[in-house]
């Protein structure tokens, strides 16, 4: 259960966070991928930073894994706008522990990071990716699996 009294993350420019109340690592991913997939997004990719870390520098840290989220409609429509698109492509979800042990699933704004590009339909598409990317964070909430930060 999350205290009131524990901090947020902090806010930047380019993602937006919510806080699980769960602290089991294997269901809040389970819970992150489920809510994705009701929006119409999949995994194309998954990388274990813990794993990677403790492989490549022998360094323990904390459980933490990109999501490499995909709407295939919504890219389709991206990619035919803009074919150099996929370079900032798929959306990124990370699900991350805190020192303190608290889950944080943080969520790449995609109308931030498409600001790169003057095309209008890229603009609109990642307007439409942030909405759902703000459902999926909602849905985390209204399950009880999770508060906005």
């Known amino acids: 259960m999350i ?8 806010l930047s420019k380019y993602g937006f966070h919510c806080v699980l109340k769960d602290s089991d690592f294997a269901r ?5 991928t489920e809510a994705l997939k009701a929006e ?8 274990d930073v813990q794993a990677t870390m403790k492989a490549k520098l022998n360094l323990d840290v904390r459980p933490y894994r990109i999501l490499g989220a995909c709407n295939p409609p919504l890219a389709h429509r991206a990619l035919t706008a803009e074919p150099d ?14 020192a303190d042990g608290r889950l944080v699933v943080g969520f790449m704004d995609p109308v931030a990071v498409m600001e790169m590009t003057s095309n209008p339909e890229v603009g609109s598409v990642a ?6 990317l703000d459902q999926v964070r909602t849905a985390l909430v209204d399950q009880g699996v999770g508060r906005h930060a």
Not at 3 to 10: C, I, L, N
Not at 85 to 98: A, G, H, M, S, T
Not at 127 to 132: D, F, Q, W
Request: aromatic share 2%.
């Open 28 to 32: 809040a991913i389970a819970a992150v």
């Open 85 to 98: 698109i996929c370079l900032l492509l798929p959306c990124n979800v990370v699900v991350r522990e805190e």
């Open 127 to 132: 307007t439409e990716v942030r909405s759902k």
């Open 3 to 10: 205290h009131p009294q524990q901090a947020a993350p902090a």
């Open 40 to 47: 119409g997004f999949g995994i194309l990719t998954e990388i």
